[in-house]
């Protein structure tokens, strides 16, 4: 029952950004741990020769990646707290999102055209400044294809 | 020869269908510059409150625009792959405005490019977004 008010919330929360949508992008939840899933298709191919991801594709799945990953964390702490009920963001009373300051993106080998998961590490998560690290890979963990740092500025609870 | 090679960059970004998903279009690629703008659709939206474009399709175009921008280079050779990008967001970009990103390469050594870009929307003055970022430019 908690499990499923919980990934409820995140589903809100996902639903939410259109752009995530658009690009396909998924999320999995084991506990607080997140896992972003970008399922391949066509439209996100940026180098039909070999074929690989468009580095924009990836850069996008990155950002989305570290910023529901960072958003989470927030809301995660609340639940926890007991001072968010998950069931608000179901009613549509979705939470500002963290604001992106810079996002650094190094391109480690070219995307394949297959599935493409990520996963993000908030190193520094403070009352207005945020940093989180994402990695992303595809057949293997050990071997990620890309990684980002990006820094944010937490949204202001006052609005 | 730096028209040819001009030409084959614009044909090649417009087979490119993550490209054509977002819409782009190029406005303005010689000699190590390049332009591209991207038209505003409900469908990028980041923010749902305020409907502003997400980052991750500003860092798109300013991916597409850079690499262009290397990849027009007289002194590059073969594909322009991204080898990082950093983007620093200044503001948030008008919603319903049109995205336009200049990009300029300004060194090239036997394999890198270097490359820095900026993103408008109808305010000239005021940069969207800045860029900076590597690319290969030796070949394999």
Redo the contacts between chains.
Sequence with gaps: MVKQRRDAALKALVEGVPYIGFLGIEFERRGDELTAIMPFQEMLIGNPALPALHGGATAAFLEVSAIIGLSWSLLWDEIEGGTLDPDTLLLGDLPRLPRTVSFTVDYLRSGLPRDAYARARVNRSGRRYASVHVEAWQDNRARPFAQATGNFVMPRGDG | MTKDRSTIAREFID????????GMEVTRIRDGCAEIAMNYD????????TGV?????V??????CC?AAALSHPACVG?A?????????MR?ATPGQRIRAEAECFHVTRSVAFVRGRAMDDDDDRPVATATGTFTAGGV
Excluded: C, K, N, Q
């Design positions: 087979a490119v269908p993550h490209l054509r998903a977002l409900p469908r990028f939206v980041g923010d749902p409150e474009i997400h980052g991750g399709a860092s798109a175009l300013m991916d597409t690499g594909w792959a991204t080898i990082d990008l950093r983007i620093d967001y948030p």
